[in-house]
């Protein structure tokens, strides 16, 4: 059942370290469109992987597998939205 909370953090950690270099990278490079574009497109995949994996959880939740993990790894994964909106926030208020 340690694969569960393993596998969130690893996916967390993955998409916060791409999430903070393609905010990094927005700030050294303002005038450049393609930075943003890419931090759009990465941002709509990273919610859908992550959509995608609470819901295996979820669904691991109604078979009855460990709850106490497998609420620990869909937390894990949701501290992520709001480091997310932060961001997302951010680059939009140096595009307006």
Do not use: H, W
Not at 24 to 46: E, K, S
Not at 72 to 94: D, E, M, R, T, W
């Amino acid at each position: 059942m340690k694969n569960k909370v393993k596998g969130a953090s690893s996916l967390a950690l993955f998409f916060f370290s791409i999430g903070t270099l393609l905010l990094i990278l927005q700030t050294i490079f303002r005038d450049l469109n393609g930075v943003t574009m890419v931090g759009f497109y990465y941002l709509c995949i990273a919610v859908i992987c992550n959509v995608f994996f609470v819901a295996v959880l979820l669904i691991g939740l109604l078979l009855k597998e460990d709850p106490k993990e497998t609420f620990k790894a869909i937390g894990i994964l949701l501290i992520n939205l709001p480091i997310a909106y932060v961001y997302a926030s951010l680059v939009f208020a140096f595009l307006i």
